[in-house]
């Protein structure tokens, strides 16, 4: 907050005497406070970008992950499918014979 006062004095002889005084009650920041701020918030904003972009990299290695299962179990699924087939043909030729 800044405060401007005027005071007007008037002497025995008449003469009149203007003082004009301005009063700032903040001080100013030295540019080392800023700049320290400043390189702060910026290692922040890094170390926050390399946190997220990990977590991305892990949930990308998940998803491949429960993909590759998934196509196992299907591979698997359709060996069955073959096996149970051929013991269906095997059952059949017995049958006939």
């Not at 006062?5 to 903040?26: F, K, L």
Request: hydrophobic letters at 45%; glycine letters at 10%.
């Amino acid at each position: 907050m800044t405060e401007e006062r005027i005071t007007e004095t008037t002497d025995a002889a008449g003469n009149t005497h203007t003082t004009h005084t301005v009063v700032t009650d903040n001080e100013g920041r030295s540019g080392g406070t800023s700049w320290g701020l400043i390189i702060i918030l910026i290692v922040l904003a890094i170390g926050a970008f390399v946190v997220f972009s990990q977590m991305s990299d892990a949930e990308i290695a998940k998803d491949d992950a429960v993909a590759g299962a998934a196509e196992q179990v299907g591979e698997a699924a359709n060996q069955v499918g073959d096996a149970a087939q051929n013991a269906g043909e095997a059952v059949e030729e017995a049958v006939e014979n």
